[in-house]
Structure formats: structure tokens, C-alpha cells
């Protein structure tokens, strides 16, 4: 028997090959690298290959026609290339904040070693040998790699093994926090647990979905669904579990436990991470199987998504309310967003899918861009973190807390805020698909959610701050630049956001 | 008149607004670095404005006249459906003479202010203040949209709001300044209404969709309109009801005063209307009660202007009176549009010249403000004198001065329209001459009755030029703007132009007109003889009223503020008792959910292992139902 070579553009995977390509390098960096300039090479040859494999993305994305790649496993189309690049850019944000030394006077935010409780003996020991984290870079550039296959998979193998590459490094980043030890290493463990659960649950959806259609191909799946109409219940439970599998990493009601708790125990550079490119991932895979290999089964799986939609707006504005916590509330407020974004899917329209990439745009600079002011903001033990401990700080640093409650106004979908533009247009597309309900629930959810934004601010703005309260480190222009960006960005996203509206809705079209 | 998109350099009109906003920005920010050159800064970007108009407006006249309005579609935010938020400037004639007079004015009022403001400590920010109004005034009448105006109408609001209060540290500055704002909203409601009824009516709040849409209106819909925008007029114009707030804000620095409450903002009403000219086309009874509160203003203005001793609040008398004139023109309609908006440039001018000779006189008299300690002023301040009195004739309408022309074009159109209307404008001409002559006659003329350690003196050349310049446009303006009906024919376009036809012939009307100005004159000299330097106190009932701004401010207390207070604690009590009683109990249901549903998060996998099987099973169930 004759296997055929299979035929590989390489061209239209090469953003994926260069970051591919850098992990591994990365890896052998870490055996043969000396302790005294493993870090420097490590974050240059991190942040060169991000950027190399952006620009790549660009070139190769503005010369060549939407198609197919790799014997049809890889989707090469509009949003499948406009969500890498989100990801990318997102990436390098979080690289850029990732490696930060100036904010914490013991170093950078990830313990040397699993054992050193920040504080005690053993870390001074540590510090002094001069050992620093050093294998968070090939982690984070194999998660991105991961997340740059899972955006553009267009069969069911590929995305379960693109799900894997991205989320078996993030359980090892949550478990690296300098501060906060036994609560990170927790947040490793439960992340962990809980992912590989829900990585069960989908490939068993995946099996069910081959013993349904005998196809594992998105656009085979598909033709599958709608020329077979027999045993209609195995489909039922198909596509039930992948949903299951999906929505749990975007962190959806009921499968959003986690997400609280990860954001608060994982370093805050990780959390913005975590938050931005890694939720647009997931979007992204979610979006795939269910618009293209999914799209045909669309009525039945439409009054699902609602329910998720629903339950998710209103369980995270709610709950944010109550927190104390600043990464537990921004963690509720990502769970919200996570909502605002699944009303996309009720019209499975290209407004409705052009409204979902401008709004994980949007969402994803403003994150980083809070989480990375929030490491700013420190105790002599570390961040502050209690929601109290913020009281006056308009009055000690008004640049910084200006910015968060930019970004806070943003989130909370202020007019001339990008929040408002990318809420606005998923509640346009929504209605357009007939769901006006949805919005209706969406728009009560934005009222209470602005409520603990706008409580932020004015405790922020309004209080006089505390005499022995925390202070706000000036970070290294390298974090700097990155806030700098991504308010300069979300404020034109604001303010002139014809023009990116215009461009989604011209790259909103799923390839099959 | 087909506006056309702009081509050429009609597509910088943006750049009109942007040089002022730029400087007011720089200014404002960056102030301490600048404090050297902020107010050379300030000077150039206004003049550079005005440099740019002047250019705009010499390729402008070089087209046909059906061919000169532009309009360019400056910002986009957002469109979607049904949506489309852009806004939009239109240049056409009616905005270029406003554009002119503006930046041209402007600029001589900020070059008299480096003299006027040398020693004050903040005159940075006072610069950026000015260069914060011309801005936001021009934005006003560049406008292609009433939305788009009202963001200006509210710019030259707050721009006059902090100008006024401008020396903080005065009381009385700081409370005019509120009276202001405050007068101000109760107009500017009246415009946010007129917006948004245009908007349900039309779906749009361009000038070319309202105007589209009076074609077909019905009446009444003119007249809510119109009545909304004459709201918004009386508040801006300082016109009857809303006039008290223009006395006080004399408390502001005597360039602003020139600037904003005599040549400019205060003129943005009449604009208002002279811009909506196809709503009151469209409604004789709107028309009409713009002539009713012009023909008021007119006279009240010109009483108060004769009761006051303080120089400014007579000044500020004489500009309610003035603008008067101009709202009553713009309601007598297509007849009396073009000479509203020439009476207007007019007016910028004399009354700006007036200011600025007032500014000096209180410059060489230790900031004395009462005309009783004047006197005998007009051999020391030859230039202060000279100028001022271009401004009187100017404005008493002796030819061939300013005033003359654009007054007897709007008597002329008075009498067109009724005999009864010609005849109160020409009363107020009358009293104008009354009231100007006993100001230059108490402040220049008659024997110096000055305070102990006056010595009055001329001002400084960065004073005297503006003055100058400023007088020799009141002096030739009237004669050239007139002449051979140009301005006539420049708006005509844009604001229609009936020919007036009074009943008496033009010439019969000019005798008549100057027969009562010389009586006014007459009785002024007769009058005033002798002026006791002391207030006297048994004087007739009308002057005691008068010097009470005709009790304006009682009939405010009685009349609005007492009910408003009185609503205002209803509506409290309200807020307090229903509004928030039901928002907090909604408040706590949402915060007692928040509270329970975090009790869901207890930390354990187990559990949220389990709450991922339940959600399994749950979404197992959506999807059934789906299939049933």
C-alpha cells in the first residue's frame, strides 16, 4: 500500500513554524546556556520571535489568497489570521510586562525555585547563587504556538492537540508566582485537574462526533451532519460534550469555577496572559467548530448558547460585585466579558462573527493593560491586592489610577471607550439575528457591572488615601512602553474605530 | 443653496478650530513651561486663524455665489444601521463673516490684553482661556449640524463661565460667574429640546435635513421648534426673560467683557436664528415672538443703560439693547435676516471699541468703575477719547459711521413690516443717543470729579493700537459693506432677501431717524450739566427700577428660583423616597445574589469538578429541548 506524501504549504504556516521553531530552540538555550546571561537570551530570543512570526504573519497573510493548508487541516481565512494576530500581539505585550524586574525588589514575578517561599531563607540562598525562572520563555512561546494552531484548526485532531500544546504549559506558568506560593502552586494544581477533566469530556465529544459523521475534518463534519439524518441523540451528546470541553476554557457558566481562582494564584503578568491571548484562543476554537463544523446543526445548539450567554453575563457582573480581591474582581469582569462575547453566537452571521474579532481586539489590550497596572500597585510584601488598600490613589499617583479608570470605564462600556464601540457592535449583530432578548439581558448585566467599575473609581478618586497605604512603583520603560500601547490603541479603538469595524467586517468569512 | 463638498483649501476648514484648541491646550497644560510665551502664543494661533479665513474667504468670493458653501465630513465615530454619529463643518457665507469678525476681533482683543493683563500673576491662563473660546465659538458657527453647535454653544458657555470668574478670588466674580452658568442652562435646555424634537421629527440633526424637512412641516411643529430656539437665544443674547446674568458678568476682566459679552458669544442667538431661517419661514407666530422679545430688550436694555453709573453695566445695557435690534430684525424674516447679521458685525465692532475705551479709562483711574468719579478725561487720554467717540457715533447712527447703515437698514425693514414695530425701534434709537451721550459726557466732558490719588493717564501702545484699529473699522465698515448692496447679495444665498418697503420713503426716514437722535442728544447735554459725584436718591420711579436692572433679578427669585426650589425639595423628597427606595432594594437583591452565589466558589476541585458534570448534564438538556 502507497501512503501519499501529504502536501505542506509552509508558507501559510510559517508564524506558526517560528514560534514552533523558537520553543524548541528555546528549550536547548536552557540546557546549554550559562546562568549569567541565560534570561537576557532567553527574553530576546522570546520577544525577536514573537515579533519575527507577527511580521510574518502580516507578510504572508497581505500575499496570499485564503485557503486551505495541510491537506485541509489548517484553515488559512480572515478570522483564522486576524485572531493569530491578536494573539501574537497580545503575547508580546505580555512578554514585554512578563519581563519586568524594576516592580518587585526581589527580582522578577516568578519564584527561582519551587521550594523558595518568598521572604524566607531559602530565597535569599537562591537569590545570592544568582538562579532566576528561567523556563517560563519556552513555555510561553510553546502555549503560543499551541494557541496559534488552535485558532486555525480545521479538524478535530488538530484542535485537541493544538487545546493540549497550549494548555499543559499554562498549568506549570500558574504554579511560578514569586509571591504568594502555596496559593499559586494550588491554582497550578486545580487549573490542572480541572483542564484535563474537561479536555476528557471533549475528546470524548470529538469520538462521538467520528462515530456520528466518520470524519474528523471540520468541512466533512459538517457535509456529514446534514446528509445524515439517523440517531440524532449520538449527535445531540457530540456536540453537548465539545461544547462542554470548549466553554470551560473560556471559562463560561457553569464551567467558570476555575477562573477566579487561577487568575488570583498565578503571577499578575501571567494573569494578563492568561486573560487576553489565551481567552481569545479559546474564543477562537469555540467559534471554528461551531460556525463551520457545527454550522449546519445551528438551530439546535443556538438556544445553548443562549442560556450560557445569559447565565455568564449575569453570574460574573454579579459575583464581581462582592469581590475584594482586584485580580479576583478583573477575573469575574473576564468571565463577564466572556458572555458579552457569546451573544456573537447567536447569529451565526459575519456581523455577528466580525463583532466577536473587533470585540477580543478590544478586550484584550484593555486587559493587559489593567493587569499590568495592577503589579504596580505594592505592599512591602508584594502587590496589594485588597480593593481597600486602593483607597486615594488618584490623589498619590493620578497617571496611574487615570489609566486604570480608563480602562475600568472601558470595561465597564462608556461611550467613546472601546469597551462601548465592541459591546455596541455584538449588540448590533444580535439583533440583527433576532436575539434582542439577549441583549436586553446584556444590557441589565453592563448596568451592574458598571456599578463595581464605577465603585473602583470613585474609591480610587474620592477617598483620601491611607498614610501607610501601598505605594506605586514606576516600572522599567519596557512595561511602560507596553501600558503606553495598549491605551494609546484602546483610546483610538475608542475614538476611530470606523476603520477596524470596516476591516473585520471584510475578514469575516469561515473557509470549510 | 446646494452645499458641495469641499475641495481645494476649503478642506482645512478644521484647521479654523484646531490652531485656537491647540493653543488652549499647550496653555493650559503645559503652562508652567510656557509662561513666557504663552500669551505670544495665544496671539499667533488666533491670528493665524484669521489669516486662513481671510484667505478662505478671497477664493470664496472668486466663485459663483450659488457655489460658495462647503461642507467637509471632518470625524466619523461610529456607523452602524441606524446610527451614524460624524460630524461635519459647513463654510458658507453666512459662517465666513462670522469666522472674520471673530478671529479678527479676537486677535485685537488678545494684543489689548498684554497690556490689560500685564501684571496679573495667571495671565497665562488667561490666554489659554480666550484661545479656549475662540475656538469653541468658531466650532459654534462652523457647525453643519445642530449637534455639533450645541458642543459649541456649551464650549463658549464654559469658556465665558471661567472667564468671568477669571479673578477667583473676588466674590462677587465668582458668584456672577455662576449666574451665568446657571441663566445660561435654562437657555441651553431650551436648545437641547429644539435638538431633539428636530430629531424625532427629521431623523437627523443636519442643518440641510432640517431644513429639507421644514418643507413639509406642519405648523405647529415650526412653532415648538421655534419657540425652543428662541429659548436658547434670550439665554445666550442675554434677552428678556433671561437677561440678568449679562449685568453681572461685567465682573470679568474688561478684554472679555469686549470679547465675549459685547462682539461675539452674545451674539451667537441671533445666529442661532438667522441659521434656523427655514423654521421661523415656516411659523409667523414664532416670528412674531422673537420681535416681541427683541422689541423688550431693545427698550429695557436702553433704560437700564441710562440708570447705571457703572461704566460696564451701562455698556452691558446698551449691548442687551443693541442685540435687541438685531433679534427684532431677525424676526421681521427674510426682510430682516441679512441686516440682523450686518448689524451684528457692526455692533462687534463699535461696542468692542466702547469696551476696550472703557478698560483703558478704569487702566488710568485705579480700576474705578463709576462714572459719577470720571470726568475731564478727554485731553489726558487723547487716543482713549478719540477712539471712544468713533464708537459713539457709531453707534447713535450719525453717518458715515458703522452703526448708521446697518440701523436705518432695520428701521427701514421695521416699518415694512408694521408701522407700530418702526416706530419702537426708533424710540430705542432715540434712547441710545440719550444714554451714549451722558456716558461720554460724564466720562470725558465734563469737569474731573476724581477720587483722591487719581492720576489718570493714556494706556500703553499694545492697548491704544487695537483700539485704533478697531475704531477705524467702526469708522469705514457701514460705508463698505453696504455699498452697492454687497452684503446683501454675499447672504442672500444662504438666508433668502426680500427688498424692505416702508410706507415712508428712505430718505424721509433717514431725517426722521436723525431728527430723534439729535433730540436724544439735545435732552443727554441738557440733562447733565452739572453731575453730582454722589449717587442722589430721590429720583424718579422708573431710574430707581432701572438701576435695579428693572428688577430682573426679583422677578427671577419670585417667579423661577422660589417654585424651582420648591419642586426641586418635591423631587427630592421623591428621589429619596420612591426613585431610590426602588434602586436600593434592587440594589440589595442584586448584592444579597452576589453574596450567595459566592458561595458557590468554596475553593474545592471536587466541587467544581461537580458543577462541570452538572453542567454537562444541563447542557444536555438545553440541547434536547432545542430538539423537541
Redesign the interface.
Known amino acids: 500500500m502507497r501512503i501519499p506524501t501529504p502536501i505542506i504549504e509552509y508558507a501559510l504556516i510559517l508564524p506558526m513554524l517560528i514560534v514552533f521553531g523558537a520553543a524548541v530552540l528555546s528549550v536547548g538555550f536552557e540546557a546549554f546556556i550559562s546562568n549569567k546571561y541565560r534570561r537576557q537570551s532567553q527574553v530576546l530570543l522570546t520577544v525577536s520571535a514573537l515579533a519575527l512570526a507577527l511580521i510574518a504573519l502580516i507578510i504572508v497573510g497581505n500575499t496570499n489568497a485564503r485557503s486551505l493548508a495541510v491537506e485541509g487541516t489548517i484553515a488559512f481565512d480572515g478570522p483564522g489570521v486576524f485572531m493569530q494576530f491578536i494573539i501574537l500581539l497580545s503575547s508580546i505585550l505580555a512578554t514585554l510586562i512578563m519581563a519586568e524586574r524594576r516592580v518587585d525588589p526581589a527580582g522578577d514575578a516568578f519564584a527561582p525555585r519551587a521550594s523558595a517561599v518568598a521572604g524566607s531563607e531559602d530565597e535569599v540562598i537562591v537569590t545570592k547563587m544568582g538562579l532566576v525562572q528561567t523556563e517560563v520563555w519556552p513555555l510561553l512561546l510553546f502555549s503560543v504556538s499551541g494557541m496559534l494552531l488552535f485558532v486555525s484548526a480545521n479538524d478535530f485532531l488538530v484542535l485537541f492537540v493544538g487545546l493540549e500544546v497550549m494548555s499543559l504549559p499554562l498549568y506549570l506558568l500558574a504554579a511560578m508566582a514569586r509571591r504568594r506560593r502555596l496559593l499559586s502552586q494550588e491554582a497550578a494544581l486545580k487549573y490542572f485537574l480541572l483542564g484535563a477533566f474537561a479536555s476528557a469530556i471533549l475528546l470524548f465529544g470529538i469520538a462521538l462526533t467520528y462515530a456520528y459523521t466518520g470524519e474528523l475534518n471540520f468541512g466533512a463534519v459538517s457535509a456529514g451532519i446534514s446528509a445524515n439524518n439517523n440517531a440524532a441523540g449520538l449527535l445531540t451528546v457530540a456536540v453537548g460534550l465539545v461544547a462542554v470541553g470548549l466553554l470551560f476554557k473560556v471559562g463560561a457558566v457553569p464551567f467558570h469555577q476555575w477562573v477566579p481562582d487561577v487568575y488570583t494564584g498565578s503571577a499578575t503578568v501571567v494573569t494578563a496572559f492568561m486573560a487576553s491571548a489565551v481567552k481569545v484562543a479559546a474564543i477562537g476554537g469555540l467559534l471554528r467548530a461551531f460556525f463551520v463544523a457545527y454550522g449546519g446543526y445551528a438551530w439546535d445548539w443556538r438556544p445553548l448558547f443562549w442560556a450560557v450567554a445569559i447565565l455568564t453575563m449575569l453570574v460574573g457582573s454579579i459575583v464581581a460585585l462582592s469581590q475584594i480581591d482586584v485580580k479576583r474582581m478583573l477575573a469575574y469582569s473576564s468571565i463577564a466579558n466572556g458572555g458579552f462575547i457569546l451573544i456573537g453566537f447567536a447569529s451565526t452571521s459575519r456581523a455577528g462573527t466580525a463583532a466577536i474579532l473587533f470585540y477580543l481586539l478590544t478586550y484584550s489590550l484593555a486587559t493587559i493593560g489593567a493587569f499590568a497596572l495592577v503589579t504596580l500597585v505594592r505592599d512591602p510584601s508584594g502587590e496589594a491586592n485588597n480593593i481597600t488598600r486602593w483607597k486615594g490613589l488618584g490623589k498619590k499617583s493620578p497617571l496611574m489610577a487615570g489609566l486604570f479608570g480608563f480602562y475600568l470605564l472601558s470595561f465597564a462600556g462608556i461611550p467613546l471607550t472601546s469597551g462601548f464601540v465592541a459591546k455596541f457592535t455584538i449588540f448590533v449583530a444580535a439583533v440583527a439575528g433576532g436575539a434582542l432578548p439577549l441583549v436586553l439581558v446584556g444590557v441589565v448585566a453592563s448596568v451592574i457591572a458598571a456599578f463595581f467599575y464605577i465603585r473602583i473609581i470613585i474609591l480610587m478618586f474620592f477617598s483620601d488615601p491611607d498614610p501607610d497605604g501601598p505605594v506605586v512603583v514606576v516600572p522599567s520603560k519596557i512595561t511602560a512602553g507596553a501600558i503606553a500601547f495598549t491605551s494609546v490603541a484602546s483610546a483610538v479603538l475608542g475614538v476611530f474605530p470606523q476603520w477596524v469595524i470596516d476591516y473585520v467586517s471584510s475578514v469575516s468569512v469561515f473557509l470549510r | 443653496m446646494i452645499l458641495q463638498p469641499a475641495t481645494g483649501i476649503f478642506t482645512f476648514t478644521w484647521v479654523l478650530v484646531a490652531l485656537p484648541l491647540l493653543g488652549a491646550f499647550l496653555i493650559l497644560v503645559f503652562g508652567k513651561q510656557l509662561k513666557k510665551i504663552a500669551p505670544y502664543l495665544a496671539i499667533a494661533l488666533s491670528s493665524s486663524s484669521f489669516v486662513l479665513g481671510f484667505i478662505m474667504f478671497l477664493q470664496m468670493r472668486t466663485r459663483p455665489a450659488g457655489e460658495r458653501g462647503f461642507v467637509s465630513n471632518v470625524?466619523?465615530?461610529?456607523?452602524?444601521?441606524s446610527l451614524d454619529v460624524s460630524f461635519g463643518l459647513q463654510l458658507d457665507q453666512l459662517s465666513i463673516a462670522f469666522v472674520l469678525l471673530i478671529t479678527f476681533v479676537g486677535t485685537m482683543i488678545h494684543i489689548y490684553s498684554l497690556g490689560y493683563m500685564e501684571h496679573d500673576e495667571n495671565r497665562g491662563r488667561f490666554f489659554g482661556y480666550l484661545n479656549l473660546f475662540v475656538a469653541a465659538m468658531l466650532l459654534l458657527v462652523l457647525a453643519d449640524n445642530y449637534l455639533l453647535l450645541y458642543v459649541g454653544w456649551e464650549g463658549v458657555g464654559l469658556a465665558s463661565y471661567l472667564l468671568i470668574g477669571f479673578w477667583q478670588n473676588k466674590h462677587s466674580a465668582a458668584t456672577a460667574a455662576k449666574k451665568a452658568f446657571v441663566v445660561n442652562r435654562v437657555g441651553d435646555f431650551g436648545l437641547s429640546l429644539a435638538i431633539m424634537t428636530m430629531f424625532l421629527a427629521f431623523g437627523s440633526f443636519s442643518f440641510s435635513a432640517v431644513n429639507a424637512g421644514m418643507q413639509n412641516a406642519q405648523d405647529w411643529l415650526a412653532l415648538t421648534i421655534g419657540l425652543l430656539l428662541l429659548l436658547a437665544a434670550a439665554g445666550k443674547s442675554a434677552q428678556f426673560p433671561l437677561q440678568s446674568w449679562l449685568l453681572d458678568a461685567m465682573e470679568g476682566p474688561t478684554p472679555v467683557s469686549a470679547l465675549i459679552h459685547a462682539a461675539t458669544m452674545v451674539t451667537a442667538g441671533v445666529y442661532l436664528i438667522v441659521r434656523s431661517a427655514s423654521i421661523f419661514n415656516a411659523s409667523e407666530a414664532a416670528r412674531n415672538a422673537v420681535i416681541i422679545v427683541g422689541a423688550i430688550s431693545l427698550i429695557a436694555g436702553a433704560i437700564i443703560g441710562a440708570a447705571k453709573e457703572d461704566i460696564k453695566k451701562s455698556l452691558a445695557g446698551s449691548t442687551m439693547s443693541q442685540i435687541g435690534f438685531m433679534i427684532l430684525a431677525a424676526g421681521l424674516g427674510p426682510v430682516g435676516y441679512v441686516f440682523a447679521i450686518l448689524h451684528l458685525i457692526t455692533h462687534g465692532f463699535f461696542k468692542a471699541v466702547m469696551f476696550l475705551g472703557a478698560g483703558s479709562v478704569m487702566h488710568a483711574t485705579n480700576d474705578n468703575v463709576n462714572m459719577r468719579r470720571y470726568g475731564g478725561l478727554s485731553k489726558l487720554m487723547i487716543f482713549t477719547f478719540t477712539t471712544f467717540m468713533v464708537g459713539y457715533l457709531a453707534i447713535i447712527g450719525i453717518p458715515p459711521f458703522a452703526g448708521f447703515y446697518s440701523k436705518e437698514y432695520i428701521l427701514e425693514a421695521a416699518f415694512s413690516h408694521s408701522i407700530w414695530v418702526g416706530l419702537i425701534a426708533l424710540f430705542g434709537a432715540g434712547l441710545t443717543a440719550f444714554y451714549m451721550t451722558r456716558m461720554v459726557i460724564w466720562t470725558f466732558l465734563s469737569p474731573p470729579r476724581w477720587e483722591d490719588g487719581v492720576h489718570p493717564h493714556e494706556s500703553p501702545k499694545s492697548m491704544t493700537i487695537p483700539m485704533i484699529v478697531l475704531a477705524i473699522g467702526a469708522a469705514v465698515i457701514g460705508f463698505a459693506l453696504t455699498y452697492n448692496h454687497v452684503f446683501e447679495e454675499w447672504l442672500e444665498p444662504v438666508t433668502g432677501f426680500e427688498k424692505p418697503n416702508a410706507p415712508i420713503s428712505v430718505f424721509a426716514l433717514t431725517i426722521l431717524t436723525l431728527t430723534v437722535v439729535a433730540a436724544g442728544v439735545i435732552f443727554a447735554i441738557y440733562r447733565y450739566r452739572t453731575i453730582s459725584p454722589t449717587t442722589p436718591q430721590e429720583v424718579s420711579f422708573l431710574t430707581q427700577a432701572a438701576r435695579k436692572d428693572l428688577y430682573g433679578d426679583v422677578a427671577n427669585e419670585t417667579l423661577l428660583m422660589r417654585p424651582g426650589q420648591k419642586v426641586t425639595k418635591g423631587l427630592v423628597t421623591f428621589d429619596e423616597k420612591a426613585i431610590d427606595g426602588t434602586f436600593l432594594g434592587v440594589?440589595n437583591m442584586?448584592?444579597s445574589?452576589?453574596?450567595l452565589?459566592?458561595q458557590?466558589?468554596t475553593?474545592y476541585?471536587r466541587?467544581?469538578?461537580a458543577?462541570?458534570v452538572?453542567?454537562?448534564l444541563?447542557?444536555?438538556f438545553?440541547?434536547?429541548?432545542?430538539?423537541l
Not at chain 2, 470625524?75 to 444601521?81: L, M, T, V
Open positions: 470625524y466619523q465615530w461610529i456607523s452602524s444601521g440594589a442584586v448584592w445574589a452576589s453574596r452565589l459566592r458557590t466558589s475553593g476541585v466541587s467544581y469538578a458543577y462541570i452538572g453542567g454537562t444541563l447542557v444536555m438545553l440541547l434536547l429541548i432545542a430538539r
